[in-house]
């Protein structure tokens, strides 16, 4: 393991950084804000204000949120000196264009507008490598996941297996990318990720009525809790896995989650608090001075807070009861 | 009005014998009508009803879609539902009512394993609550196109009474009237000309007699 001290430059930058996340105040004044424009004005007076010169209308804030998302990836790379920390986040984005890509491909037509520009592998040159179906150009991971999903579609013609298997390629990509930075605690937390998306993908999985089979194919890789445990359960109530999960760190996501979908059919409690989850255990950075954790805690937190923004601008605009985004708002970092 | 018509006798039977068609018609033409509408209100009664009922259903799933929104980005929502998985084949076939052909739109059953699998995208970073709205909108969807079909139904009753009632007002209002104008013209003008020959003829007598007399 590299040593504790390697990106002290960087965790002090953060550091100064993480006092301008958003607090709860700033969140429940939007909140309380009487319209999207409003809620936008808030948002403006905070650090997400410089972001703000390509603004439109409100519709647009889904720009603010990116463009926010690549100044932070740039602050982490120049910081730590090391392209692997948003390289994770990174893969996300770029596993996401490449899904929409192949997709498209298929379908024959043409949808830029759902690519996003915050991943590591510019636009063209995927664009290029999925038309020519020369994924020679693409990183590694994505080239493996392209070849695969490809000849899997051709075979089965199955959209989404496509996803699914991009996904279990991305969190493999992600594992690796882990493993690579050599930290114990990227792993540890990449490997919490993947147990309570796993979690997810078994109840819903569950609630559609699909078979093991497809279970066993949507679980991801790597994660703490062992892929058998998932499957096992699959015929049996739910309630019986909130058992299995009571002497687990999340017995607590298990049992208000699950519990929630069990008794009202709907999985909002159980990915807000899967979410909660992780941020509390990304909250460790805030509480250590030198080792990584501050700045995958910092990633984490940012991204947890485009979320809780998005889900306010998206409520602001429906119209949505304050109470009903209430019941969705993700815990933040401060 | 100016009445331009023949003043004779086998115009005068023509004249009679179109009226009668034309009384005639106008008597079918508004029974057709009032079946019409008494179709239509029916129809519209049962579209009200399936409406109401379809717009509930897809207020639920509009709600969990805009949540789905909410905690998804929208590039991420729409990566999800560009390529549609769920498959369903509809047969049109076509009825009568009353001269209006109509669509009557079947749906053919999709087998089990077919429905086990509407959502096309992967589980990992998607939301629970987008699920729900696609498994709602996939139960409406026979409901949908029924209510297409009786939409559509009342679409073309509703033109083809509009085009029933122009007749039938035509004909009540227009035709009839001027048709029985032009036959007391004709029946005037005759009996005129029967009264103008009648006392020319007893003109004529009374001379004749006179001479007669000398």
Known sequence: MPSDTKYLYAVSRIKALETKLLSRNVIERMLDASSADEALKVLGETDYGTSFGELESVYDFEKVLN???????????????DSRFTQMAKLRHDFHNLKVMLKSEYLGENYEGITVELGAVPLETM???????????????????????????????????????????????????????GFEAVKKFLATEIDLININIFVRTKRIGQDARFLENALIDNGNLDKSLFIESLNEPLGTFIDKLSMSVYEEVAREGIQAVVDTGSTTLLEKLSDDFLLDQAKKGKFTAFGVEPIIGYLRAKENEVKIIRIIMVGKINNIPSDKIRERLRDVYV | MEIRVNPTRMELTRLKKRLKVAQRGHKLLKDKQDELIKKFIDLVKKNKELREEVEKELTSAFNNFVMARAVMSGEILEESLMYPVGKVDIDIARK???????????????????????????????????DNAINILSGILPKLLELAEVEKTCQLMAAEIEKTRRRVNALEHIMIPQMIEKIKYITMKLDENERGNLTRLMKIKEMVMVEGSV
């Open chain 1, 67 to 81: 463009s926010e998302l690549k100044k932070v990836y740039k602050v982490i790379d120049d910081s730590t000196r």
């Open chain 2, 96 to 130: 009568n009512i009353m001269s209006v052909i109509t669509p009557v739109i079947k749906v053919k059953q999709q087998d089990e394993e077919q429905k086990k699998n509407i959502y096309s995208y992967g589980f990992a970073n998607t939301s629970g609550e987008l």
């Open chain 1, 127 to 181: 664009a290029r490598a999925v038309r020519e179906k020369d994924y020679t150009e693409l990183p590694s991971a994505l080239k493996k996941a392209a070849e695969e999903a490809v000849m899997d579609f051709e075979f089965n013609r199955d959209p989404q297996r496509i996803d699914i298997i991009l996904d279990r390629q991305l969190f493999a990509a992600l594992y690796k990318t882990a493993e690579d930075i």
